[in-house]
């Protein structure tokens, strides 16, 4: 007791467990190790010195730069090698090196000891039901993906895993779940606004696996990665599509649609590959998956704006790019729509659908001057209660009779001859908005 030389270090993945330990104190958050201190760290665990045969080097350091600094990771590649590897013929060992170099992602996966996969369950089960699925759709994303915050929030809330709390809006219910992920170590916040507000966010490849591997088993069945062998045939198969409920296809999307899949159940379809895609292949979209709640296919180039898209009355989140200048009436059909994100090369973006009579309807983005539907007579009563992202629009609907539709609005955005808004009235009357974006578009004539 007399002993006050004694300390007691506390180590935690969860930020709230080391904040109780010592009120006085922030806890210390360790960093990733850097590029020499990782291959500092290969070198002892594999040779027990800070040493390395010259003609191992080089697949030495590609191993550790695919362990992406993380000590664990580390620790785990290099006790397989110390295994694996003889320890006489130096051709032989480069051989064996060469080997695990090619496989880093596979030997970590495969671990006997399955050290990699025993410390995130840890992690993983100590999570509130409610974040678990919010947690494993971090594995929809492509590797090293950066994640940018609003869309990850929309799309949650989107395939109905944010749940309604009192007088707090979805979203923000979102942004605390985002953030107790990261006060658990499980997700990496990465760029801030000026306000502090994380941007965008990422996950640790070894993460990223596991909400795959976790997602695929038989319990969970969240969502399945659609891949191409080597051999080009498609894993799992085509016709085992029918049995998942959330796609991702990375690579090779055109091939994909193109064997006319068919999934009643698939609620979500999800891509990052950029291509262009004629009429004939959007269209079997809708026709394979007629229960969609979630299309995000914004790397995608529509050559035209397909008619039966909007047969997908179950859509709630949309984010599609293309060439079109007008978004038809039709829309409107789509009552559960509550994200229509548009990206064009277009500068004006005419809007023929009846924003003001889609009730769900929480977020428009266009990067184009869009120019709005004037609110009927009947609609301009009453506020807009859900619409809370609106832009860009053009300085022409900047109207009292706009604003005082969409009064709840958060987010405004204006793209045009920003000049012309002096005599704009109306904004007075958005008393909630937090972020006004102003594009002036010298090119737009008077308005």
Sequence with gaps: KSNKLGKILITSRHDEVARQANY???????RFLTHKESWLLFRLEVFGEPVCPSKLEKHGKHIVDQCDRLPLAIVVIAGILVKQTSAGDLNAREKQ??????????YLKEDPEKRMEKIISLSY??????????????????????????????????EGFIQKKNDISLEETAQDYLEELISRNLVMGDKKSLDGRIKSCRIHDMLREFCKN???????????EIKMSDEGIFEPSISEVQNYRRLCIHSHFLSFISLKPRGPRVRSLFSKEIMTLELKNISSIPAAFKLLRVLDVKSFKFTKFPNDLTDLVHLRYIALSSDFKVLPKSITKIWNLQTLIVDTTSRTLEINADLWNMINLRHLKTNAS??????????????SEELQTLGMI??????????????NLKKLGIRGQIAALAPCR???R??????????????????
């Design 97 to 106: 090196w060469r080997k695990v170099c090619e496989r880093v992602k596979y």
């Design 394 to 407: 053009s300085t022409q609907n900047c109207t009292e009779d706009v604003f005082g539709r969409a009064c």
């Design 214 to 224: 976790e997602s695929g088993n038989d319990h969970e069945k969240l969502f399945q």
């Design 426 to 428: 109306g904004l007075e």
């Design 125 to 158: 089960n100590k999570l509130p039901y409610h974040l678990r699925p919010c947690f494993l759709y971090f594995g929809m994303f492509p590797e090293d993906f950066e994640i940018p915050v609003q869309k990850l929030i929309l799309m949650w809330i989107a």
């Design 430 to 447: 958005l008393r909630n908005l937090r972020k006004l974006k102003l594009f002036n578009d010298v090119r737009f004539g008077s308005t």
């Design 370 to 383: 869009s120019i709005l539907p004037k609110p009927s007579e009947v609609t301009k009563q009453g506020g």
């Design 24 to 30: 006085n104190r922030e806890p210390h958050v360790l």
